[in-house]
């Protein structure tokens, strides 16, 4: 049997198995994510609660007004020398993907090197100007900007796995895709049954398109990947794709 589990067990009587795509899998976070019911959710829907540390580890608080609760460490910075792809609202509202492009040199998924872009990585440093200076939205809450990583992320399924990870892009990535919420406290409060179904939809994408390109150890890519979000994969799954290959 696949599975996707926690490293430990959770304490938390909130603790539950997130219900599976398929009575074949069995989804569960790892030890660093805690269920909540915050925001006033409705009765069914529950709250992931996640603040990202790029280092890999989460900082976790079941309730947001949980006190001793330590702030997760500043991000890492930017990886030297990585591709840096820069935006502005002309761009992201003409949902114009030439800087990116440009940045990179990427126009077609075929003609992509994983192996140059694993090494060096991708960024992105959003120049985002609002329209009312007193509006303190985070950039992952307004729909345009949002509405260009969807864009970006339907003509590039693959991206997420050459992203700058410990300087936090895969978990702004995801933030950009995954419904959620902000909180004070513990940071990105994702809905659990999205980030689960972006989570596999990746690991099926990803791990297909590092083997097609004949990238070494695909599934350890793909679960430190899985890893960086909550998530452990199991070989079960590896094994199973490549019993059953598309």
Same mark, same amino acid.
């Given at each position: ?20 795509? &398929? ?41 947001? %007004? ?8 500043? /991000?890492? /910075? ?9 935006? &502005? ?13 440009? !940045? ?19 960024? +992105? ?38 992203? $700058? ?9 995801? !933030? ?14 994702? &809905? /659990?049954?999205?980030? %689960? ?15 097609? &390109?004949? *990238? ?5 890519? *793909? ?14 799954? +590896? $094994?199973?794709?490549?019993?059953? /290959?598309?």
């Amino acid at each position: 049997m696949a599975s996707i589990k926690p490293f430990s067990p959770l304490s938390s009587p909130l603790n539950q198995t997130i219900p599976s795509l &398929n009575p074949s899998f069995s989804f569960k976070p790892i030890s660093d994510i805690s269920f909540s019911s915050q925001f006033g959710r409705e009765k069914g829907q529950v709250a992931v609660s996640v603040s990202f540390n790029p280092s890999g580890n989460f900082d976790l608080s079941l309730y947001d %007004e949980q006190e001793n609760v330590e702030p997760a460490p500043p /991000p890492m /910075p930017p990886k030297e020398g990585r591709y840096e792809v820069i935006l &502005n609202n002309d761009t992201i509202r003409r949902l114009d993907l030439s800087p990116f492009s440009d !940045a990179t040199g990427i126009t077609t998924t075929s003609s992509v090197d994983p192996r140059e872009f694993l090494e060096r990585t991708i960024g +992105f440093t959003v120049n985002y100007e609002r329209d009312d200076e007193h509006d303190l939205r985070e950039l992952s809450e307004f729909p345009d900007i949002r509405l260009w990583f969807v864009r970006l992320d339907a003509t590039y399924p693959w991206l997420p796995v050459l992203l $700058d990870w410990r300087a936090g892009e895969l978990a702004r990535y995801a !933030a950009m895709l995954v419904p959620h919420q902000m909180s004070m406290r513990m940071g990105v409060v994702f &809905n /659990p049954e999205a980030l %689960e179904l972006f989570i596999m939809k990746k690991v099926f994408i990803t791990y297909s398109w590092l083997k097609d &390109n004949n *990238v070494p150890k695909p599934r350890s890519k *793909v679960k430190d990947m899985a890893r960086m979000l909550g998530f452990g994969i199991g070989d079960e799954l +590896f $094994d199973m794709i490549d019993q059953n /290959p598309v």
